[in-house]
């Protein structure tokens, strides 16, 4: 088992519709920590940070107008695996064909919206999650 810290966003659409709570209470129920927390309506600059790697892709820009949208939750979680497993709890990119039982696959929708309106956001790997975790908390 290996101990690490994630970055775990709700992103606006999923802050918008209520669903921060829900989200929290999977993410306890699995066993992980919340070691940070905070709502906030990210600058474009953090967004073009956090976003840097996707920066002059098609995606880039509208994908940055709607994290700046409204409020996210923007929360360090912490235990064994939990980069992989809030993956895993997630479920796949697309609402549309995340499995049941994940947090995309019972909450999100297919609004004829691009993808990135999927409720959450979690790191990809423990280099992503230290780089993320620094722009949303710094000092951490």
Partial sequence: MSTERSLVLVKPDGYAR????EVLRRIEAKGYVLTALQVLTPTTEMLAAHYAEHEGKPFFEPLVAFMSSGPVT????????????????AGATNPTEAAPGSIRGDLGRDWGRPVQENIVHGSDSPESAAREIAIWFPGL
């Fill in 18 to 21: 209520g669903l921060t709570g």
């Fill in 74 to 89: 923007a929360v360090v979680i912490e235990g064994d695996n939990c980069i992989k497993g809030f993956r895993s709890l």
